[in-house]
């Protein structure tokens, strides 16, 4: 997870604040040109920010558990060296547990596909950081816990299944 | 031995605290700005839903949000967060399902990046199999919620 403090994260960071920016800038425009759609917004905002507010405790103490003990950098280089089911393991266990955005994977993965890492143990990499278990909470505020838990055991499953496919596929 | 070299690898809980506000910092301009965005956007959608962009049979629906979800970027956070208030407004679990895997699991914005990492065969087969894993898994997850 160190990744998200380098230089390079700033750029994206001003952006998020950049944003933020213009959709306070988009509600001045609305509430100037109509009153009744900036007010029904604006309680509609104020009510699901309400409801949102303790997730974000949540979340912020998921991340820190996350950061204390998970060192996303030894398991990339167990996933390089693990084959059979192990290495299924270890891909789509290393996907949950990859923060950041991709872009910054990417060289990872094509440095250990340059040492040997399998196609679709990448492809179940990518595919499993579909979930991301500090943001389980919001889900299961929205869609509810049994939604969620089939969520993240469907995209367990279909890592794998997506991934041993397109090795198949690769391979023809 | 390993378990001491491991410790100290480990970051302080005060630095781990750090790592993590400094995330969320990041997010939260971005989540704050989506909220504002939806609760916008969300006054029109009844008119949307009206004007048949959701809201026909499910494979119209899954489609339509598998479309959405792939070509769209950002984090899951947002997709659950928009997701969540379509659904709220009346859009299928189907349609929902299908634009929230899309939108984690493909990635058309990354296409390019991907396919000089991994080549365009590899890029674009993931692609198309994580779409579709997308539309089965939004017919898979209504159906056993639902019985």
């Known amino acids: 997870m160190a990744e998200e403090n380098k230089p390079g994260r700033r750029a994206s960071r001003r952006g998020g604040w950049w944003f933020l920016g213009a959709m306070l800038l988009l509600y001045l425009i609305v509430g100037r040109l109509d009153p009744a759609l900036f007010e029904a917004s604006l309680t509609g905002f104020v009510s699901t920010l309400t409801d949102l507010l303790p997730l974000f405790g949540v979340m912020f103490l998921l991340l820190w558990l996350f950061n204390l003990y998970v060192r996303s950098g030894r398991v990339m280089k167990q996933l390089a060296r693990a084959g059979g089911m192990r290495g299924w393991i270890f891909s789509v266990g290393a996907g949950v547990l990859s923060m950041g955005p991709m872009y910054l994977w990417y060289p990872v993965l094509g440095q250990l596909r340059s040492e040997g890492l399998r196609p679709g143990l990448a492809a179940a990499f990518l595919y499993s950081r579909a979930i991301k278990i500090p943001m389980l909470p919001f889900m299961a505020h929205y869609f509810g816990a049994s939604y969620s838990a089939l969520f993240v055991t469907s995209v367990l499953l279909f890592s794998v299944l997506g991934g041993a496919a397109l090795e198949r596929l690769e391979r023809q | ?147």
């Open chain 2, 1 to 147: 031995m390993n378990s001491a070299k491991r410790a100290a690898d480990r970051p302080s809980p005060r630095e781990a605290a750090t790592q993590a506000g400094y995330i969320l910092m990041n997010l939260l301009p971005v989540m704050i700005g989506v909220l504002l965005l939806i609760s916008l956007l969300s006054q029109f959608l009844p008119r949307l839903l009206e004007a048949g962009l959701f809201g026909g049979s499910p494979i119209q629906d899954a489609l339509v949000g598998a479309s959405l979800g792939s070509v769209a970027a950002g984090q899951p956070v947002v997709s659950y967060l928009l997701g969540g208030e379509l659904n709220g407004s009346g859009v299928s679990l189907v349609g929902v399902t299908a634009l929230v895997v899309a939108w984690v699991t493909v990635g058309l914005s990354h296409l390019p990046m991907e396919a000089q990492v991994f080549g365009w065969r590899f890029a674009v087969l993931r692609n198309l199999l994580a779409f579709v894993s997308a539309l089965c898994i939004a017919f898979i997850i209504p159906a056993v919620l639902h019985g």
